[in-house]
């Protein structure tokens, strides 16, 4: 179930359309605009990650990567091990690699890391 649940916002993304302005694409979703943007007028850490999915499903990487650079791993990082918590389920056993508290805490602290650098960069002007 883990595995189909990583792959989801990937299929999800497939139908919906690139934001041109590099967030705001999960509006598509009936999901209401970045509650911190109305409230401070800046995007928050996460603005522009469907943005990004929805371009890395399409290989705009380019794109994605200015969308939301942390959104955009994320959105490797599901096409990855989707299909290895699938086939390593089918398997009964871990292939490849076996997950780690910490290990997993590392890969995802540095996504987030990455987020909250583009955030920096974005809110400064960059």
């Known amino acids: 179930m883990l595995g189909v649940g990583f ?4 299929v999800i993304a497939l139908f ?4 041109e302005r590099g967030y705001g694409t999960h509006q598509q979703l009936g999901l209401p605009p970045c509650s911190f943007e109305m409230l401070f007028g800046r995007p928050c850490p996460s603005c522009g990650s469907t943005t990004a999915f929805a371009c890395v499903v399409r290989g705009c990487w380019r794109d994605a990567l200015r969308a939301n650079a942390g959104g955009a791993l994320l959105a490797v990082l599901c096409a990855l091990v989707g299909p290895w918590l699938l086939a390593s389920s089918a398997s009964g056993r871990w292939l490849l690699w076996v997950p780690s508290g910490p290990r997993v805490a590392l890969i995802m602290a540095g996504i987030a890391t990455i987020m909250v650098i583009g955030w920096v960069v974005r809110l400064c002007g960059g």
């Open 16 to 19: 919906l359309q690139p934001s």
């Open 7 to 10: 792959l989801c916002p990937l």
